[in-house]
């Protein structure tokens, strides 16, 4: 990978223990029993020690939704045709998907960008045009892209990250749109921590009890035939992997090298922040995990990253419509911590001053 | 009870299954995978088949805090001192408490209901003064209430919900603030469902090992000495019970009898919810449950009502909190249901139509 790009990978500043620490007593000292705010605590905490302790606020949200084709979707392992990629894409641009209506209720800006859509979308306003190739090839007959396309991939994510943050963006989301993608999705995780790909695959979309079988016998054979090192994400990334997802593995470490908190939606986003996590571990402490989808390989990537989901609404929808919901989650945790009376100011007698 | 009250429990209207099933084929119309919104999508069938299957909406939401002084608090079964409850009310008033300020993220209007505060309020702004007496007789040594005062207070409740709905509230959130009030609420669940005290009974907003046995004994004593009748649950709201417990279980019954959805909080309100449920099982076609406390008597009441909880945030607040942060949940999801393109509008190709 460019050198540059390497050092800012490196380069990522961690979390201070000392600053969480100060967060927590500045919320032990709100109008609450201290840690009764459970997993908002969590949030405002962890938000406050990256962007400042006094007073933290969200102001800018913005969901990147990165979208692109899987030549593995010619194996039938989705329950919509490939077609749909493109059309989801111009679904996203008039407003009118999942995504839209939960970012536009959530105040959330939403970018689309293409990655490696097989459309040739033309000049499409509001469509960022990063496309490396129109799709990947078929992961299950050889190497998806070239190890030079998956840095590029990952670079373009990077670059996306830092312009937003460099602007005044707060805080950043993860999305994701490609038919297939839950299989490159599953195929990179078990590359990764070579865990049984049976046990890692799911419905996706939807599919049934036969496109299930053929879907785990697909990624066991893209495992055979493209042999990923597991101990070099950007092989894993390249061979079996999706040009979104290597532009999501990019936003994530873009963002952390901007100090800018990311929150990741769900399995394809995963896998993306799997890769993020084994070129660097320190991007956990800006990635805001958001919920628990329904595809049995996220469960494997909570662990991973040595976190937990803060929701479980059984989803499985993807374009970051987990990531806008836990985005909003956190303006509120945030806003308690910035907003909320202590029990100085407001004459509450505390806990600890009267019952010792 | 009186018998306008009496007949307006007796007559809540359920649901429709026909409006459920066709709330669900509108949302199978929308731009992603049948079912792939999960609980989102649960939540928005409810909300259109009880509000209006054509392009329903939450315009304006509010959530009524209830509060109230419970006598038993002078057996030092709290982490806080009784002087907090009244103090809690001015925070509300002055905004500087948790539920003010997720309330004011989330766009929903807070009313504080004084049901029994032990505290003379003189005329404050912005505060309905439904004092039924200043806090209940303590628990542990004979009722809290009479079952006169128990009726009047659920009455109350009931009112209030049904102006609330008369004026242009499309949904109603349910709070509470009582220092000692998670005594009371055992004490109600434990006498409704014959559970063990022990099994039920949790730290509240904080209390140690040995206030945590003590606490346990006196809810014990509570029902040895008043002899709660399981099958009365007015019976057992008097002996045991609380004026905001009251007061929330016959805003539950207005709410559900106005068709109006209302949001249920944690634990406190969950008591109240069993009472309610208990009246009239009917009341569960309209409560939404929001999120699981950290209280172990709240999974007995998701099995009581039939219900799961939407999330876990581990909170034990109360305020109406929890309920606030699913009301916006639910509009998400309702928006969702009006705002999504279909397939067809969309020109994007549905799995059934591409492969049968």
Request: glycine share 10%; proline share 4%; aromatic share 6%.
């Amino acid at each position: 990978m460019n050198s540059d790009f390497e050092k800012i990978i490196n380069n990522i500043a961690p979390v201070s223990p000392e600053s969480l620490r100060q967060a927590q007593n500045h919320l032990d000292s709100l109008t609450k029993p201290p840690g009764s705010l459970g997993r908002l605590e969590e949030l405002a905490r962890r938000y406050a020690a990256i962007k400042g302790l006094d007073s933290p606020q969200v102001r800018n949200k913005a969901v990147y939704v990165f979208a692109a084709d899987h030549g593995v979707a010619q194996q039938g392992v989705s329950a919509f045709p490939a077609e749909v990629t493109p059309q989801m894409v111009l679904n996203f641009l008039n407003g009118g998907a999942a995504i839209n209506v939960l970012a536009n209720h959530f105040e959330t800006h939403v970018v689309v960008v293409d990655m490696g859509v097989n459309y040739d979308f033309g000049e499409t306003p509001g469509l960022l045009n990063k496309k490396i190739a129109k799709g990947t090839g078929d992961l299950s007959l050889g190497p998806g892209m070239t190890r030079s396309q998956a840095e590029q991939a990952v670079q373009v994510g990077m670059v996306l990250a830092r312009e937003a943050a460099e602007r005044d963006v707060d805080i950043l989301g993860t999305g994701d749109m490609g038919i297939a993608n839950t299989t490159a999705s599953v195929a990179v995780i078990a590359a990764l921590t070579q865990r049984s790909v049976k046990d890692l695959t799911g419905r996706g979309t939807g599919i049934d009890d036969t496109t299930l079988q053929k879907k785990i016998k697909i990624v066991e054979k893209a495992l055979q035939i493209n042999r990923p090192d597991a101990n070099d994400p950007l092989d894993v990334l390249a061979k079996v992997g999706g040009f979104e997802i290597a532009g999501i593995a990019g936003f994530i470490l873009g963002s952390a090298s901007a100090r800018t908190p990311v929150v990741i939606d769900g399995v394809i986003s995963g896998a993306a922040a799997l890769i993020a996590h084994r070129m660097n571990p320190t991007v956990a402490d800006y990635m805001f995990m958001s919920h628990r989808s329904q595809e049995p390989a996220h469960d494997v990537l909570f662990e991973q990253v040595k976190q937990e989901a803060l929701f479980d609404f059984e989803m499985r929808l993807g374009e970051g419509t987990g990531a806008v919901m836990a985005m909003n989650i956190l303006e509120a945790a945030v806003k308690i911590y910035s907003e909320m009376a202590t029990f100085e100011n407001a004459g509450v007698s505390n806990k600890s001053n009267d019952r010792g």
